[in-house]
């Protein structure tokens, strides 16, 4: 039987960005077990690649302030490209109750170092994008360090890095179950052979919960479709435009090659495995898409281009990061809640300084994404979920 000191479940961005931080920081013997023929199968290959530090709570904040700018150096760092685009995000707030809120956040973010967040008035947002309609925008928030990348091309990146610093990546190979002794994790029962580690990271997107469950671990984490419709090519939108998030009703969109993807969280979907691309979201996209800017009336769209996904949610929205209490060396990397693109890169960090460390100085207090805060009712309450 092979040995590895880590073994990650999981080839996604998130896997494999702890595989590149563990290898980097000198531990080499990672084995990262993905069960597709190809990694970027899950949530990553279907993500828009937004990445933002504009958050309500420090901790997202913070997961932010490290991802960012780690994205900003990616190329130089790893000798491959993630497509980082500092185009900004950009807040819409139609009442005084979200504008409120996107001041409580901004005086946070800042509090927490975010240099180049900033409030923006109606009419400079006027100003900045006429084309959108702005008789009922109240002000918003923009930070232009904020903006998009290609999680495929950062996956790819991580996972080169780390196969250039000694990890091994098994593909077409399924965890079938973790194996345990009364110290802890002893290893995986995987399709292929048998592998003995003390640790075992927990990577698996979407389908964490059915990993969690072979070690009697109930991890609270549930798929939930996500869609997203790209448009034909489109000239009457600026293709320097920010992501702009609505947020009367959570509609967004930003460019993506000659024209503009668009997405808005349905509040009517119930969570389950579900990723066929529903017909009937076309229309109402596309009617919020037109009552924010009026030159998308015009906007074509073609629905065999169009795509859904899987978000992988947690009761509070939050990431639930760290090494389950009840079972030794079996730590978890999930529930990202939409968000396991933009903080992949915190996420290796942590996990792998847990791992070495068994502390991280990437968040003030880790512990708050513990798995244990199910158990004490200690959950957080991020609003900013998009
Ligand atoms: C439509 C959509 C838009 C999104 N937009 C954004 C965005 O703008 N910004 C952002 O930050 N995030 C976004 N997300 C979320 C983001 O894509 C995910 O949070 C992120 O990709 C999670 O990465 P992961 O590596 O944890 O999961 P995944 O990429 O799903 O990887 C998990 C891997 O585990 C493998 N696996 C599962 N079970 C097993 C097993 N038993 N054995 C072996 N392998 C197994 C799977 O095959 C998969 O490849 C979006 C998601 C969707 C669906």
Redesign the pocket.
């Known amino acids: 039987m092979q040995t590895f000191d880590v073994v990650i ?7 494999s960005s702890i595989a590149w931080h563990l290898t980097a920081a000198g531990c080499k013997r990672v084995l990262v ?4 023929s190809a ?13 933002r530090a504009q958050f309500s709570t420090p901790v997202n904040i913070q997961m932010s302030l490290y991802s960012i700018p780690f994205y900003a150096r990616f190329d130089e760092t790893l000798g491959h490209p993630a497509g980082y685009r500092p185009q900004g995000y950009l807040f819409l707030a139609t009442r005084q109750a979200h504008l409120d809120y996107l001041r409580a956040n901004f005086a946070r973010q800042e509090a927490l170092g975010l240099e180049e967040v900033r409030m923006i008035s109606t009419e400079e947002i006027a100003a900045m994008l006429p084309q959108l309609r702005s008789d009922d925008i109240l002000g918003g928030s923009f930070c232009p360090t904020d903006g998009f990348v290609d ?1 495929y091309s950062a996956m790819n990146g991580f996972m080169a890095g780390a196969q250039e610093h000694g990890a091994t990546l098994w593909k077409k ?3 079938a179950g973790i194996t345990t002794d009364p110290r802890g994790v002893t290893g995986v029962e995987t399709s292929r052979d048998p592998v003995s580690a003390r640790v075992v990271v927990n ?5 964490a919960s ?2 969690a469950r072979t070690a009697g671990i109930h991890l609270p984490v549930e798929p939930l479709r ?3 419709v790209p448009s034909e090519p489109f000239d009457e939108f600026p293709h320097t435009s920010p992501m702009v998030i609505d947020m009367s009703n959570g509609f967004h969109f930003r460019p993506e090659a000659r024209g503009f993807l668009l ?1 808005w969280n349905d509040p009517e979907e119930t969570p389950g495995y579900k990723t066929d691309f529903e017909p009937s979201f076309i229309e109402k996209i596309l009617n919020h898409a037109a009552n924010r800017v009026p030159a998308f009336e015009n906007l074509a769209v073609n629905p065999k281009r169009a795509w ?5 949610m947690s009761p509070d929205h939050h990431a639930i990061l760290g090494e389950v209490p009840e079972l030794p060396g079996f730590y978890l ?2 529930g ?1 809640s ?7 890169p915190a996420t290796g960090k942590i996990l792998s300084d847990l791992i070495l460390e068994g502390n991280t100085a990437v968040v003030s207090d880790v512990s708050v994404l513990g798995f244990q805060r199910f158990a004490k009712g200690a959950l957080l309450h991020e609003t900013a979920v ?1």
């Open positions: 479940i999981g080839g996604g961005i998130v896997g077990i993905e069960r597709e990694q970027g199968k899950g949530s990553t290959g279907k993500s828009m690649g937004g990445v999680p190979t399924e965890v990577a698996a997107g979407a389908w059915e990993v996500r869609m997203l997405a859904a996904g899987l978000y992988e990397a999930n990202f939409g968000h396991g693109v933009m903080h992949a998009l």
